[in-house]
């Protein structure tokens, strides 16, 4: 369309990741909005909240009376044919949990932004991964973004991904509490035409409509539970593809590419890499420069879609490297390797590999601490001395709390 | 682009020449939303509720079942009875799903995304998500407005789970969370909660009523007057459980008017121009409450003292109504004059050995 082209009107603005959300669903047009507030992804329903105000989106706005009625709300709503947004954080994720598997199993294609947030106890305003991390076997597509303009790219390509037919399930789009809901960087709103022509109007296949009555989640007998639950790991499984194919032409309208599972930063010749999801990434390219500045081999591999999991590439990336510190920022108590959860996935992705690096797992930025640049270094010190040692000497690592 | 306007609905009234007779011939519409093929029990008031209620919603409906005997029994996979869009939700979100689907038909034919008229939008909760667990996604939905119609077919406790206590449940019922026993002899020692009214009062901008299935026209109408009414409304149905009340399955419509005529279930509509009460509706009858109870195994175990506090509270339902209570009625609330089931000693043998 190269006529299209040149009519282009792209604006630079300087957002947070909160408002940048709220653009990428203004721009998706939605038709019903659910909120409640918590921090920190309340700015973005702020926003949203006076861009209805003010007649520059069209949408039902519902102030829902908790999270679980959110969730409710948005399934209710795209159940019934429409174009849904919601949000929350920490213990507001938690509060609607109970509608995570039904939104997937009724294959409603709901879109849910989340700005991370610990749980409680005790209340902490800080981001952890551990609120959205604890729904990831529930059938939502699921990843991180690192900053905002990534946020805005992620929410428009998630309606584009669970919307389509071959798909059809609920999205988390998740970003860092704080390191990127707050954070304020220059981001590229594209012009409406570039979005109307990647992001087709919403049609469930079995809307709830008059014209056409269907039952949607009749009580089933047990016998009739195992096809319907493969059909949803089908979906699951079968949609990666269709990511993929959706990123290019993302990366075709739009003109900013993203791999659609792994970024890799300095890893051509890396020997150690941090692995990790979200905003503390910014952090770990600086790090990196520094350290690569003292001859270290270091690199970063940032998974940026979790679910589905990309367990062939994440297995034939990690095997490139010697040893591979997995930087957790979620909760995984009593766990495979008593840290948190990213560790397991990853060692389970390697398990087949001829190639295995040796593999620990860091317990840093908890309590929404940033990661600073001496953590890092503190942790490539200990990777390079498992990698000398050629065993690591031990799973988890919290740092700051040994020497 | 310009918003385009939401056509809404207009049901007429039903003519409901002799309210209170025992027998007439009503004119029906043809329409049948709610179809045989489910597996309630036989008598089962709740579907009793869903055929009437559906058949005065007609077709441009769409229906939402939390769970309950109305999800449970009635849908089952590859063979539901609904001839209208019917979605399932939890328990908990009776009123957030339903003001889901109500936005979402706001927002759509608004857009132009949808061509045809705003249908009715009917959510069919029990009582134990309309009382306890749905009781906030409901008042969210009403305080919100959304046009719809919420449903409490109101069976006084979790039934399909097999008969427990919920708010709803009245003093004295048993249930296998309210068990009688020497300690507890007349089960449930709490009132239920006045849900309807609470419904009223707390969102008065909204049609509220109380009815019962011993009422069809009345129950229709109410039904229609609901979906009329533009924004939120809320019914509140008195809908007997044979399985939970025991009871002579034929005696269903019986104990809707029944349950009436003892004062146990007050007929009111919320009038939300007027901001009042209408209590108009009277039963041909007044009863003693004992005549109510002792049709129902439930109340088996009750003895003089505990027929008397029921007696109590539904004279106080009476007077709230502004009915002038008959002498008798009086009397019977006192315990002297009145006796233990006669099953009592049995009731009680029979729960402890559970």
């Known amino acids: ?282 952090t770990a390219r600086f790090a990196i420069n520094h350290m690569r500045e003292k001859g270290m081999k270091v690199g970063m591999v940032r998974l940026r879609t979790i679910r589905p999991y990309p367990t062939e590439r994440v297995c034939e990336t990690l095997s490139r490297f010697k040893v591979v510190g997995v930087i957790e920022t979620n909760m995984g108590l009593g766990s495979v390797s008593s840290g948190g959860s990213l560790y397991a996935e990853a060692a ?34 200990k990777m390079i001395d498992a990698q000398k040692r050629g065993k690591i000497e031990k799973r988890t690592h919290w740092v700051g709390f040994e020497e | 682009m310009p918003a385009i306007e939401v056509q809404r609905q207009t049901l007429p009234i039903l003519g409901n020449p002799n309210q209170g007779a025992r027998f007439y011939n009503p004119d029906l519409p043809a329409s049948e939303p709610f179809v045989p093929g489910h597996r309630t029990c036989a008598g089962c008031g709740p579907s009793i509720q869903y055929r009437m209620t559906s058949k005065a919603s007609g077709d441009n409906t769409i229906l939402v079942g939390p769970t309950g005997c109305m999800y449970v029994a009635n849908s089952s996979y590859l063979c539901t009875p609904y001839n209208v869009p019917w979605a399932h939700t939890q328990i908990g979100s009776a009123g957030s799903f339903t003001a889901g689907v109500a936005a979402a038909y706001e927002a759509m034919i608004r857009k132009g995304k949808y061509k045809g008229t705003f249908p009715n939008v009917i959510c069919e909760a029990g009582d134990g998500s309309a009382s306890d667990i749905g009781l906030a996604s409901i008042s969210g939905a009403l305080y919100r407005n959304h046009d719809c119609l919420i449903i409490c077919y109101d069976n006084e406790q979790y039934a399909n789970t097999g008969i427990q206590a919920s708010s709803r449940t009245p003093y004295g019922g048993m249930t296998t969370f309210s068990p009688p026993g020497p300690k507890v002899p007349e089960a449930k020692t709490l009132y239920p909660k006045d849900l309807a009214r609470m419904m009223a009062a707390g969102h008065p901008h909204c049609y509220v009523a109380t009815a019962s299935v011993g ?23 008195y809908t007997p459980c044979q399985k939970g009340f025991v009871y002579e399955t034929p005696r269903s419509i019986d104990l809707g008017r029944l349950v009436v005529e003892c004062g146990l279930y007050p007929m009111w509509e919320w009038n939300p121009e007027k901001r009042e009460y209408d209590y108009s509706f009277r039963p041909q009858t007044m009863r003693p409450v004992a005549e109510y109870l002792k049709l129902q195994g439930r109340f088996g175990h009750l003895h003089a003292e505990h027929i008397a506090n029921l007696q109590k509270f539904a004279n106080q339902q009476w007077q709230m109504m502004g009915v002038q209570l008959p002498e008798a009625l009086i009397k019977s609330a006192d315990p002297k004059n009145q006796v233990n089931m006669a099953a009592s000693a049995e009731a009680e043998a029979v729960a402890q050995t559970l």
């Open chain 1, 1 to 282: 369309m190269a006529t299209a082209m040149e009519t282009i009107k792209k604006k630079t603005v300087r957002i947070n990741g909160c408002v940048a959300s709220a653009q990428a669903a203004k721009y998706a047009d939605v038709d019903v909005i659910a909120a409640y507030p918590i921090r920190p992804y309340t700015a973005t329903m702020m926003a949203l909240a006076q861009m209805v105000a003010n007649g520059e989106l069209d949408a039902e706005y519902i102030v829902a009376d908790s999270e679980h009625s959110q969730l409710s709300i948005a399934h209710g709503a795209s159940s019934s044919g429409a174009r849904v947004f919601t949000g929350s954080s920490g213990v507001g994720v938690q509060f609607a949990y109970e509608l995570y598997s039904p939104i997937s199993g009724s294959r409603m294609p709901v879109q849910m932004m989340i700005a991370d947030r610990t749980l409680d106890p005790p209340g902490d305003f800080g981001s952890e991964h551990t609120d959205a991390l604890s729904t990831r076997d529930m059938g939502w597509l699921m990843g991180w973004s690192c900053d905002a303009q990534e946020a805005f790219d992620n929410h428009l390509m998630a309606f584009r991904i669970g919307e389509d037919r071959r798909v059809l399930l609920p999205q988390m789009v998740c970003q860092d509490g704080f390191f990127v809901s707050h954070i304020t960087t220059d981001v590229e709103l594209p012009d409406p035409g570039q979005v109307k022509e990647f992001l087709p109007p919403y049609k469930h296949p079995y809307p709830l409509d008059p014209r056409r009555p269907v039952s949607h989640g009749p009580q089933i007998m047990p016998e009739q539970g195992p096809p319907l639950q493969l059909e949803r790991a089908r979906a699951m499984e079968g949609c990666m593809p269709v990511i993929e194919e959706i990123h290019e032409e993302f990366a075709r309208i739009f003109g900013r590419r993203y791999d659609a599972w792994l970024e890799e930063y300095k890893t051509d010749d890396a020997e150690i890499v941090f692995f990790l999801q979200g905003g503390h990434a910014v």
């Open chain 1, 348 to 381: 389970a992705a390697l398990y087949e590999s001829p190639k295995r690096p040796l593999i620990m797992s860091f317990m840093a930025g908890m309590g929404g601490e940033a990661i600073v640049l001496k953590e890092f270094y503190w942790m490539a010190q």
């Open chain 2, 215 to 237: 009422y069809p026209i009345d129950l229709m109408n109410k039904v229609r007057k609901g979906l009329n009414h533009k924004g939120a409304a809320y019914l509140m149905i």
